[in-house]
């Protein structure tokens, strides 16, 4: 097998090729679709896709800006990769669980999260459902079932398997994703929760986001397997390899894995093949690892304007829709950054909550002595 490289995929599927080795494709570039066996796409499905991903695409440059302006400290942006999340969350049950990475965070908004809530988290303040401990672009809420993640590369994954081994023991109706980038495959968590999901048939879907980048490292430094999916294999966990700037094709592979799953099938494992068509967060300079070029031919290819194409050619959308759609998405938007930045920071005394049931002695203490002091000044919410 010939180690992977940074190529833009095929059009369509090799014949013949295994599901780990080609490239699941359902969008044409010219807006058509495939015939694929077992393809269902639910009637409106595409115009919410390109709702939410448009929605994403702004709110990730909104966010970018306010990181530029000092207005909050750090973003990781979803550019060029929304296909993968939006798709994902269409997908997803009300009882499934998602254990997302950096570029995952998005789902909650297809679950239903108030936007303004979301936002919180990057600023770190009062509103934000977890009270500043996460570093921006951490969101979680148990309220639309989606676990905290940490920075610490593929830990995720050994939890979303847990949490499918004790929904099985439970005969509990839930599938559960957990989400990897390709450079989070190097890591032992990763091949721990695939071993573990292959011996125990654990009602789980793994998807591994493939754009190109461990923030600078590509594929071929990564691996000499002739794709991510084909680790699948060594597992005994059924794999494919789909387009990941491809809407239709993210969702129909996830929908057959999340029922697999709930069959009692056992686990998936599903590469997107994407491209992070931004930076690695606002604290990278991507130029000094690709070129303009390499980035302008995925440009070309950006999921948000194969999405449109498709809405385009069968009259779901046209330009004045189109632009009235994003105007009132703009509008909401601004209101929701409006409204998470005007909350204050979150109150000293929150930094006691959530350790212990019941407080001991010693954390008692603590938190009368630093209420006897006089509280920090503070330069407006979240700040």
Not at 275 to 297: K, T
């Amino acid at each position: 097998m010939k180690a992977v490289s940074v190529v833009l995929p095929p059009t369509d599927d090799l014949e013949g090729v295994e599901p780990d080795l080609g490239l699941l494709t359902v969008l044409r570039d010219d807006g058509s679709l495939r015939d694929i066996e077992g393809l269902v796409i639910p009637p409106g499905l595409a115009f919410e896709a390109y709702r939410h991903l448009k929605q994403l695409r702004i709110v990730d440059a909104r966010m970018m800006l306010l990181q530029r302006q000092g207005r909050v400290g750090f973003y990781g942006a979803c550019t060029g990769q929304e296909a993968t999340p939006i798709a994902t969350g269409l997908a997803l049950a009300p009882q499934d669980w998602v254990f997302p990475a950096l570029r995952e965070s998005s789902i909650m908004l297809v679950r239903g999260l108030p936007l303004a809530t979301y936002l919180c988290q990057v600023f770190g303040n009062a509103g934000d459902l977890l009270k500043g401990r996460q570093m921006p672009s951490h969101m979680s809420a148990r309220a639309v079932n989606q676990a905290s993640w940490g920075s610490c590369i593929g830990t995720q994954l050994p939890q979303a398997v847990g949490t499918a081994w004790a929904a099985k023991l439970r005969d509990d109706d839930v599938a559960v994703v957990g989400f990897i980038g390709d450079g989070g495959t190097s890591e032992p968590d990763f091949h721990n929760a695939m071993n573990f999901a292959g011996v125990y048939k654990t009602p789980c879907v793994i998807v591994c986001q493939n754009n190109q980048f461990a923030i600078s490292v590509r594929p071929e430094r990564q691996t000499a397997s002739a794709t991510y999916a084909v680790k699948g294999r060594a597992y005994g966990v059924p794999s494919v390899r789909v387009d990941g700037n491809d809407v239709f094709a993210v969702y129909h592979a996830v929908r057959v894995a999340l029922e697999r799953a709930r069959r009692g099938e056992g686990p998936t494992f599903i590469e997107t093949l994407t491209y992070r068509i931004g930076a690695h967060s606002s604290s990278d300079d991507p130029s000094l690892y690709r070129s303009q070029d390499e980035v302008d031919a995925w440009v070309a290819r950006d999921p948000l304007q194969r999405l449109r194409r498709h809405l385009v050619a069968t009259g779901a959308l046209d330009d004045a829709r189109d632009a009235e759609l994003e105007g009132t998405l703009n509008d909401a938007i601004g209101r929701a950054i409006q409204e998470a930045e005007a909350h204050p920071l979150p109150d000293r005394d929150t930094l006691f909550e959530d350790v212990y049931a019941e407080l001991p002695w010693h954390l008692r203490e603590q938190r009368e002595e630093l209420l006897a002091l006089p509280p920090a000044p503070t330069h407006g919410g979240g700040h």
